[in-house]
């Protein structure tokens, strides 16, 4: 049987408490997989994008860039 469950990592620890099913198992798997964090590490990443001088200074150079095309009709 497969069971899934995303769990909050606190002191680097994950507590599992396992279905009734589980009951008389003597050994199980756990894989670790972060994805959970990875998105919302890219989303923290993107929102401080929103601020970043640097960043919407280069999106303000891409705009110019385009801006006497964007009027020409094919």
Known sequence: MTFRQICTVKNNQVVITLPPNFEN??????????????????LAQLREASIDPLFLADIEEIHKDFDSIDNETV
Do not use: F
């Open 25 to 42: 198992q003597k050994q199980v798997t756990v894989v670790i997989d972060d994805i959970v964090d990875s998105r919302t590490q890219k």
